[in-house]
């Protein structure tokens, strides 16, 4: 499992991000969301984050800056991710689905991202 911790820029603020290749989807606090475009979901999404169940009805559209590249992904609304090693809160959760939509890879010895497979553009066959 890969993980490292970033900051990212979400509508002009840095938030501490945990790119984790381990975790499938996205996650996002509150905090974060007020700044997002959010949907309610027509049923509650249940999952396993962080040692316990979270439960959500919101989605979102987390539109960021990592560096310095623009991404555009869907994220769930969650109270809480928890804390890092450091003990400092997570604010987003950027999973492996969104890391494989944009060429993120991660580089956990040296602890640092890896975008050298970032798309200009997307060609769908």
């Known amino acids: ?68 590249r623009l991404i555009s992904t869907h994220a769930m609304v969650v109270d809480e991710i928890g804390k890092d090693e450091d003990g400092r809160r997570i604010e987003i959760l950027f999973g492996a689905l969104a890391m494989q939509q944009w060429g993120i890879r991660t580089i956990p010895d040296e602890e640092r991202l890896d975008l050298s497979h970032y798309p200009e553009e997307f060609v769908e066959f």
């Open 1 to 68: 499992m890969g993980r490292v911790r970033d900051m990212i820029r979400v509508d002009g603020q840095e938030c501490w991000t945990l790119f984790d290749t381990g975790a499938r989807n996205t996650y996002v606090v509150p905090s974060v969301a007020q700044v997002l475009s959010t949907t309610e979901t027509p049923h509650s999404i249940r999952t396993a984050l962080g040692g316990s169940v979270k439960e959500t009805t919101r989605t979102a559209l987390l539109q960021a800056e990592v560096e310095g």
